[in-house]
């Protein structure tokens, strides 16, 4: 098969690839723009104002119950301040409950508001719907291999996070 104009030929790398749109990091990146945006779109019906990150934060405390502030914040992204200001409007909203940590005085430990937990489970009814829709066609085994894939490039990608870049 005759690779087309821009795609790696044959012995060439795709990390080698001409084209902007045939990177995979790329690609990466565009699809992940594609489902936010989607996300958004989606979230924009719950008539709350949520955005992406709002409806983590608040997926995170329904999954996990009350949950101390800081274990919400990515350490290899630096978005603790993020965090704190999604907190804030989660609270202001009557949606997240914040009390004092009694094992860390700085610290806060969150919880869904009644109205936070009725939102969360609403919404992640949904989302398991609109799940099929964004995954549809793909099977369970390509869903875990793209799963697996995704963890590895994690894995590959945080170390390089405390690294110098490559001059």
Same mark, same amino acid.
């Given at each position: 098969?005759?690779?087309?104009?821009?795609?790696?030929?044959? #012995?060439?790398?795709?990390?080698?690839?001409?084209?902007? !749109? *045939?990177?995979?990091?790329? &690609?990466?990146?565009?699809?992940? &723009?594609?489902?936010? %945006?989607?996300?958004?779109?989606?979230? /924009? %019906?719950?008539?709350?104002?949520?955005?992406? !990150?709002?409806?983590?934060?608040? @997926?995170?405390?329904?999954?996990?119950?009350?949950? &101390?502030?800081?274990?919400? %914040?990515?350490?290899?992204? !630096? *978005?603790?301040?993020?965090? =704190?200001?999604?907190?804030?409007?989660?609270?202001?909203? /009557?949606?997240?409950?914040? $009390?004092? *940590?009694?094992?860390?005085?700085?610290? $806060?430990?969150?919880?869904?508001?009644?109205? #936070?937990?009725?939102? @969360?489970?609403?919404?992640?009814?949904?989302?398991?719907?609109?799940?099929?829709?964004?995954?549809?066609?793909?099977? !369970?085994? /390509?869903?875990?291999?793209? %799963?697996?894939?995704? *963890?590895?490039?994690? =894995?590959?990608?945080?170390?390089?996070?405390?690294?110098?870049?490559? /001059?």
């Amino acid at each position: 098969m005759k690779p087309r104009p821009g795609e790696p030929g044959v #012995g060439e790398s795709v990390h080698e690839a001409q084209r902007l !749109e *045939d990177a995979v990091a790329y &690609r990466l990146h565009r699809t992940n &723009r594609l489902l936010l %945006t989607h996300l958004a779109r989606f979230l /924009e %019906t719950s008539r709350h104002g949520l955005t992406p !990150e709002k409806w983590f934060v608040l @997926a995170r405390l329904r999954e996990g119950g009350a949950t &101390r502030q800081v274990e919400l %914040t990515e350490p290899a992204l !630096e *978005d603790a301040p993020n965090v =704190s200001r999604l907190v804030e409007s989660l609270v202001a909203a /009557e949606l997240v409950e914040r $009390r004092p *940590d009694p094992d860390d005085r700085r610290g $806060r430990i969150l919880q869904l508001s009644v109205a #936070g937990k009725q939102l @969360a489970d609403e919404l992640h009814e949904r989302a398991v719907i609109e799940r099929f829709r964004v995954f549809d066609g793909f099977t !369970e085994s /390509e869903l875990a291999a793209l %799963t697996a894939a995704l *963890d590895r490039l994690d =894995s590959n990608v945080r170390p390089l996070l405390t690294q110098e870049p490559l /001059e």
